[in-house]
Structure formats: C-alpha cells, structure tokens
C-alpha cells in the first residue's frame, strides 16, 4: 500500500505561483509513474501532468504546458508540481496519484490517490 499526501495547496493571485508536494510512505515509490490530476468546480477530475519512474519522461495537458513543472525525488518519496502564472482557471482541488506502470495520463490506471490539496486563484 501506498498512501500520498498533498500539501502546498492554497490561495493565491492570478499571475502567482504554488508549489505542491506529494509524500508518499508505506512504500517507495521510485518504481511508480507520478501523475497530478485536479477537479474544478462542477466538473470531472482531469489529468495535470505526469512523470516517469525515473523522472526522465513528462507529460502535460495543453492548458498547463509552459507554466507548471513536475519533478520528483525518489530519495525523498516526494513528487512536486511547480505552478507558475497561474490562472483563475486553475482554481481546483489537486490529486496526487501512484501508477504500477511506467508513467500514464489515464486516471483509471493509478492505483493509490492522495486525498486531495486546493489550490484557489483569485483574479
């Protein structure tokens, strides 16, 4: 088992910048694909970014390409989403999730979820 913990989450002015984190423990995660999801008011959970076991692969949904930035530290059993100029948009609660597989943007194929982090901007 493996249990994920979101901090980092919290409110912040469009144009400005969040750092979140995701803890993992009860196992080591350096052989999981990482990804970060979010649910926005009233819609579906939707996939953010995603990362490699080994950091050497990321993924992200057009909407966030060039302003958020996945990384992970495997010494650390952490994974982090960097979130620059940030959006009113962006205004979501963010998941962060573990897959048994290399690295995948399928919601469905992640096998453990943190319970989640706000994230709100203002305009």
């Known amino acids: 088992q493996v249990q994920l913990v979101e901090t980092g989450g919290g409110l912040v002015q469009a144009g400005g910048s969040l750092r979140l984190s995701c803890a993992a423990s009860?196992?080591?995660?350096?052989?999981?694909?990482m990804g970060w999801f979010r649910q926005r008011p009233g819609k579906e959970r939707e996939f953010v970014s995603a990362?490699?076991?080994?950091?050497?692969?990321?993924y992200y949904t057009d909407s966030v390409k060039g302003r958020f930035t996945i990384s992970r530290d495997n010494a650390k059993n952490t994974v982090y989403l960097q979130m620059n100029s940030l959006k009113p948009e962006d205004t979501a609660v963010y998941y962060c999730?573990?897959?048994?597989?290399?690295?995948?943007?399928?919601?469905?194929?992640?096998?453990?979820w943190g319970q989640g982090t706000q994230v709100t901007v203002s305009s």
């Open positions: 999730a573990a897959a048994s597989l290399p690295i995948t943007t399928t919601g469905a194929a992640y096998d453990y």
């Open positions: 009860g196992r080591t995660i350096s052989s999981y694909g």
């Open positions: 990362i490699s076991w080994n950091g050497g692969t990321t």
